[in-house]
């Protein structure tokens, strides 16, 4: 079973930010935070990844909340292209990753 | 240049044939990985092998046989298919298995439609 919570689904206007939540209450303290989304009719492709600070790359941000029991994904600027569904995910003792339903983002142009 | 490419991209036969998926990664990754997403969008593990050796493999039926004849390729090949078989597979791959290198690159899917 899958070890985060997200919504099932999020709507943004285009061109705004977004911030994706997810809880994961029962988050060891060596669990890294994974966040992956999947394009329609495409693979899942990575995102951005982080134990306890905040992580910055070209396409996210990541926010650890400071107990780690919940993290957000900000997407800056969202376009078009960034409607998909994101998964935040967490691994298990075998390091694999546990994929729950995600939260389906819907850009409204 | 394609990291993970699977072929084909989409499968249609019958109930009780046999068929093969082929997956190859041109990234230099030690791990590979299959994955089935079902009609709900579930993602789940089937197996996965590091350095052409399987070291998981979830509870999925003894029809289904990966085979990776060399780091780069895990194929999946698949007996006396059935009609819960059609889904979407997921060939991916990462450095290694660990909790950090192990971030995973995914092919495109293939689409298996069992009828």
């Known amino acids: 079973d899958a070890k985060t919570t997200q919504p099932n689904s999020m709507e943004s206007n285009e061109e705004e930010p977004v911030h994706l939540p997810c809880n994961h209450s029962?988050?060891?303290?060596?669990?890294?935070i994974h966040w992956y989304r999947q394009l329609p009719s495409q693979g899942p492709e990575y995102v951005i990844h982080?134990?306890?600070?905040?992580v910055n790359n070209r396409m996210a941000s990541l926010a650890i909340a400071e107990d780690r029991k919940s993290s957000t994904l900000i997407l800056h600027r969202a376009t078009l292209r960034d409607a998909a569904v994101y998964y935040c995910?967490?691994?298990?003792?075998?390091?694999?990753?546990?994929w729950g339903a995600g939260t389906k983002l819907i850009i409204k142009p | 240049d394609t990291a993970v490419s699977q072929t084909p991209k989409y499968l249609v036969t019958q109930m009780g044939n046999d068929k093969s998926i082929k997956c190859e990664q041109n990234?230099?990754?030690?791990?590979m990985y299959w994955y089935k997403q079902d009609s709900k969008k579930f993602l789940k593990i089937m197996f996965s092998?590091?350095?052409?050796?399987?070291?998981i493999n979830e509870t999925v039926p003894n029809r289904f046989s990966p085979k990776s004849p060399d780091k780069a390729h895990l194929n999946l090949h698949i007996n006396s298919l059935e009609l819960g078989d059609s889904a979407v597979y997921f060939c991916?791959?990462?450095?290694?298995?660990?909790?950090?290198?192990?971030?995973?690159?995914f092919g495109p899917g293939t689409r298996l439609t069992v009828l």
């Open positions: 991916a791959s990462s450095l290694s298995p660990g909790p950090v290198a192990g971030t995973q690159y």
């Open positions: 990234l230099g990754h030690d791990t």
């Open positions: 092998y590091n350095n052409k050796e399987l070291i």
């Open positions: 029962t988050i060891s303290g060596t669990d890294y």
């Open positions: 982080g134990l306890t600070s905040n």
């Open positions: 995910i967490l691994k298990d003792s075998n390091y694999q990753l546990i």
